[in-house]
């Protein structure tokens, strides 16, 4: 099992940043690919972001593309999500998962663990 802990949310304004942080613990050799949640009030979770550990590469949702970065520490079994220009759509809880797949998935069924989430909040 892998243990995931997410810390870095808060209440900010349209326009500011946030960075988000996930450590990963336990059976951290199992993970391939770390990636990014979010479920918006009253939504559907969405998939906002993932990175692959090996090489690095990532993918983006559409609706976060050049916005969102997000970036890994393998030494500190750790990823990342720069979030800047944030909107109100943008508030959401978001969640850090950890997948065994190797290669981008952006699909949270073939994420073996999560995290218990983060509140964002981007008031206008």
């Known amino acids: 099992q892998v243990q995931l802990v997410e810390s870095g949310g808060g209440l900010v304004q349209a326009g500011d940043s946030l960075r988000l942080a996930c450590a990963a613990s336990?059976?951290?050799?199992?993970?391939?690919?770390m990636g990014w949640f979010r479920r918006p009030p009253g939504k559907e979770r969405e998939f906002v972001a993932v990175?692959?550990?090996?090489?690095?590469?990532?993918a983006y949702a559409d609706s976060v593309k050049g916005r969102f970065t997000i970036t890994r520490d393998n030494a500190k079994a750790a990823a990342y999500l720069q979030m800047d220009s944030l909107q109100p759509e943008d508030s959401a809880d978001y969640y850090c998962?950890?997948?065994?797949?190797?290669?981008?998935?952006?699909?949270?069924?073939?994420?073996?663990?999560w995290g218990q989430g983060t509140q964002v909040t981007v008031s206008s």
């Open positions: 990175i692959t550990l090996r090489a690095g590469r990532t």
């Open positions: 336990g059976r951290t050799n199992n993970v391939n690919t």
């Open positions: 998962a950890a997948s065994s797949v190797v290669g981008i998935t952006t699909t949270a069924q073939y994420f073996e663990n």
